[in-house]
């Protein structure tokens, strides 16, 4: 599975109606009937007019041969022209194994958490999946408003991605801390937080506004 985030800012004049409006029309025509497009979800990302649009296929060949398509329909020029152009940053990244889409509760999620990050160099990478995996196991589940989560990895620059599903953007912002804390305090699993690059951790929260 390959995550397509398109993080970008629409006009000042844009209302949040309008946008999803015409969204979901540019999707019905450009996206919707794509082969291997799977899944849609388009997020506010903090400030008013900030977006993420979060978009999911079956392997980087479908991404691949449907960006051009997507891009270039007529009926999507609506929503294209809505957006200012010097906003717009691509991130993809690759579903780790184990992980499905189905990990996203797409219906049930409120707001996802995504944090970004890379490993200092001679971190062994199955090793640290292998942390991240029983660090999500061990603590997530104990915390409120936790529904799920997934990670995964951008396979030529090793950026990782972890998105953790919660209820609603205020047990996100409570819990992502919590989160890290716990880690923090456990005598193995603190390994994991030694392992990134601070200096390369990002975050971002995901308020789910409409599934395309």
């Given at each position: 599975?390959?995550i397509?985030?398109?993080?970008?800012?629409?006009?000042?004049?844009?209302?949040?109606?309008?946008h999803?409006?015409?969204?979901?029309?540019?999707?019905?025509?450009?996206?919707?009937?794509?082969?291997?497009?799977?899944?849609?979800?388009?997020?506010?990302?903090?400030?008013p007019?900030?977006?993420?649009?979060?978009?999911?296929?079956?392997?980087?060949?479908?991404?691949?041969?449907?960006?051009?398509?997507?891009?270039?329909?007529?009926?999507?020029?609506?929503?294209?022209?809505?957006?200012?152009?010097?906003?717009?940053?691509?991130?993809?990244a690759?579903?780790?194994?184990?992980?499905?889409?189905?990990?996203?509760?797409?219906?049930?999620?409120?707001?996802?958490?995504?944090?970004?990050?890379?490993?200092?160099?001679?971190?062994?990478?199955?090793?640290?999946?292998?942390?991240?995996?029983?660090?999500?196991?061990?603590?997530?589940?104990?915390?409120?408003?936790?529904?799920?989560?997934?990670?995964?990895?951008?396979?030529?620059?090793?950026?990782?991605?972890?998105?953790?599903?919660?209820?609603?953007?205020?047990?996100?912002?409570?819990?992502?801390?919590?989160?890290?804390?716990?880690?923090?305090?456990?005598?193995?699993?603190?390994?994991?937080?030694?392992?990134?690059?601070?200096?390369?951790?990002?975050?971002?929260?995901?308020?789910?506004?409409?599934?395309?």
């Amino acid at each position: 599975m390959f995550i397509e985030l398109l993080n970008y800012a629409t006009k000042p004049n844009v209302s949040e109606a309008a946008h999803l409006r015409d969204a979901e029309a540019a999707h019905r025509v450009g996206v919707k009937s794509l082969p291997g497009f799977r899944d849609r979800m388009l997020c506010g990302a903090g400030e008013p007019g900030q977006w993420i649009d979060m978009v999911f296929w079956t392997d980087q060949n479908s991404y691949d041969a449907a960006a051009p398509a997507a891009t270039n329909d007529p009926g999507a020029m609506a929503w294209a022209t809505s957006i200012e152009s010097d906003t717009i940053h691509l991130q993809t990244a690759e579903l780790l194994g184990g992980y499905r889409k189905e990990d996203f509760r797409l219906d049930a999620t409120g707001c996802w958490s995504l944090l970004t990050w890379f490993t200092h160099p001679g971190v062994a990478v199955e090793d640290h999946i292998t942390l991240i995996r029983a660090a999500q196991a061990q603590l997530l589940p104990a915390l409120d408003g936790f529904v799920s989560c997934a990670t995964a990895r951008h396979p030529a620059t090793g950026e990782f991605f972890e998105f953790v599903a919660w209820r609603d953007l205020d047990a996100a912002k409570k819990g992502l801390p919590a989160f890290e804390d716990a880690c923090n305090r456990h005598p193995r699993l603190q390994i994991v937080l030694h392992q990134r690059d601070k200096r390369r951790v990002k975050q971002a929260f995901l308020v789910a506004k409409r599934r395309l």
